[in-house]
């Protein structure tokens, strides 16, 4: 199973930015997975917020598309979420996911990144 840690959350005003970073744990590769950023919010349905695939092709969320960008370094092992322009609607915790090709999870659901963004 494909261990990943989430990291670089925080509190932000509103029209700002965060990076969220996903890391590899020793000894796990991401090189062959898709790789997912999902946020919840207590009481909503965790909601998929973007994709990247093997060969870089990226799916966002409508509510993210032109704010969020997905990013990945396959030899780094990471995974990155570059966050603009953030609105309150955009306070969750953030979750990185490992998949395959089939849309598979590989990973656990590990801790998370809590962002909340102040009006």
């Known amino acids: 199973q494909v261990q990943l840690v989430e990291s670089g959350g925080g509190l932000v005003q509103a029209g700002g930015s965060l990076r969220l970073s996903c890391a590899a744990a020793p000894g796990t590769m991401i090189s062959l997975q898709y790789m997912s950023w999902h946020r919840e919010v207590p009481g909503k349905e965790r909601e998929l917020v973007a994709l990247?695939?093997?060969?870089?092709?990226?799916t966002y969320a409508d509510s993210v598309k032109g704010r969020f960008t997905i990013s990945r370094d396959d030899a780094k092992k990471m995974v990155t979420l570059q966050m603009n322009s953030l609105e309150s609607g955009d306070t969750a915790r953030y979750y990185c996911?490992?998949?395959?090709?089939?849309?598979?999870?590989?990973?656990?659901w590990g801790p998370g990144s809590q962002v909340t963004v102040s009006s």
């Open positions: 990247i695939t093997t060969s870089e092709t990226t």
């Open positions: 996911i490992a998949r395959d090709g089939a849309g598979d999870i590989l990973s656990a």
